[in-house]
C-alpha cells in the first residue's frame, strides 16, 4: 500500500521527535548524576596535643612551575616544578630552601621527603630565640591546588597537625602561629569550592606572596578570621628575600606596618625598585 506523502511526513516527524526526546532525557539524567553525586568529604587531619610553649612559621610552597600553572614561562631549569633543586622558590638563589639555609638568624635542623604531592620538607629553629620553628613545605607545582587548599585549611583552623623535632612537639598548618602561602596566584586560574570558615575561634597571622594576592585571596581569607600581616597589589616576584625580613619583624612581635616595612625594603634592594613602589605592592591588613 502506498502511504501518501503528507502521512510520511508526519511518521518522520514523530520518528524524529521521539529519537531527539530520548537522546535529550540521557543527556538530562547524564548531567543529573553529575551533580547529583554526593561530593566526597575531605578528611582532614586535626591534631593538636603539641607543646603550647613553642611557636611555628609555617610555609607552604607552590613549586614554580611553567607546565602546569598559567604563569609567564620562567627559564626551563628553574620552571620545572617537579625538580625542587632547581626550582626559582626553592633551590634556586632566592628560593624559600636556599636563602634560609644561609640565613644567621635560622638553624637549619633536618631535610624530610613527604610525599609525590609534598616533595620535601625542611624545618628550621631560630637562632636566638629558641622556641620559634619554622617549617616549609615544598608542593610539586602541578599541585598548586593542594598547595593553596591546604593554606586556607590552616588559616581556618581546620586543618592540624604535629611534628616531632628534637623530642619536642611542634604544631603544623592551623596549629602554626603563622602560615604563609609562596608562589603563583593560583585563583587567578582555578576556583575553589571548599569551606574555609574558622573552625576554633582563633585568629592566625599570614603572608601571602603571590601576584595580587590581596585581590585574589581576600574573598575565602575572610572566611578563615586569619589577619594578613603582609600581602600584594599587584604583580611580584614572590622570593624569600620579602619573608626572611618579614619575619624578623614578626619574631621581635612588630606590629602589622612595621613587618610590611621590612618586607618592602628587601623588596626594593634586591628588585631594584623604589621603597615606594616597594610599598605600594606589598600591603598589610584588610
Known amino acids: 500500500m502506498k502511504i501518501p506523502n ?3 511526513f508526519i511518521i518522520l516527524l514523530f520518528f524524529f521527535c521521539f529519537s531527539f526526546q530520548s537522546c535529550e532525557s540521557k543527556g538530562k539524567e547524564k548531567i543529573g548524576n553529575i551533580f547529583g553525586a554526593k561530593k566526597e568529604t575531605e578528611k582532614l587531619k586535626n591534631v593538636d596535643n603539641f607543646d ?7 610555609v607552604l610552597v607552590a613549586l614554580c612551575d611553567n607546565k602546569y600553572q598559567g604563569i609567564v614561562p620562567v627559564p626551563e631549569k628553574i620552571g620545572n616544578g617537579q625538580d625542587p633543586d632547581q626550582n626559582l622558590y626553592w633551590g634556586a638563589a632566592y628560593g624559600v630552601r636556599t636563602y634560609f639555609k644561609k640565613s644567621k638568624d635560622w638553624k637549619f635542623l633536618k631535610s624530610e621527603k613527604k610525599d609525590s604531592i609534598r616533595m620535601e620538607r625542611l624545618i628550621f629553629q631560630h637562632a636566638s630565640k629558641k622556641n620559634y620553628y619554622l617549617v616549609a ?3 610539586d607545582g602541578e599541585y598548586i591546588k593542594n598547595c593553596t587548599k591546604d593554606f586556607f585549611y590552616s588559616s581556618s583552623g581546620q586543618m592540624k597537625d604535629v611534628l616531632s623535632v628534637n623530642n619536642t612537639k611542634i604544631g603544623l598548618y592551623g596549629n602554626a602561629k603563622l602560615v604563609s602561602f609562596v608562589g603563583h596566584d593560583g585563583l587567578m586560574d582555578f576556583q575553589l569550592s571548599e569551606s574555609f ?16 594576592s590581596k585581590k585574589f585571596f581576600s574573598p575565602l581569607l575572610q572566611e578563615t578570621k586569619a589577619n594578613p600581616l603582609v600581602w600584594t597589589s599587584h604583580l611580584m616576584a614572590p622570593e624569600a628575600y620579602i619573608l626572611h625580613d618579614a619575619l624578623t619583624g614578626y619574631i621581635n612581635h612588630e606590629n602589622g606596618e612595621q613587618i610590611r616595612s621590612r618586607a618592602a625594603l628587601a623588596y626594593s634592594k634586591y628588585q631594584k625598585c623604589s621603597v615606594k613602589a616597594a610599598r605600594n605592592l606589598l600591603v598589610t591588613g584588610w
Do not use: M, P
Request: aromatic fraction near 6%; charge should be neutral; charged fraction near 20%.
Open 52 to 58: 603550647k610553649n613553642t611557636q611555628t612559621i609555617h
Open 137 to 139: 613545605d615544598a608542593y
Open 197 to 212: 570558615k574558622n573552625q576554633d575561634g582563633q585568629t592566625r597571622d599570614c603572608i601571602i606572596l603571590a601576584c595580587y
Open 6 to 8: 503528507q502521512l510520511s
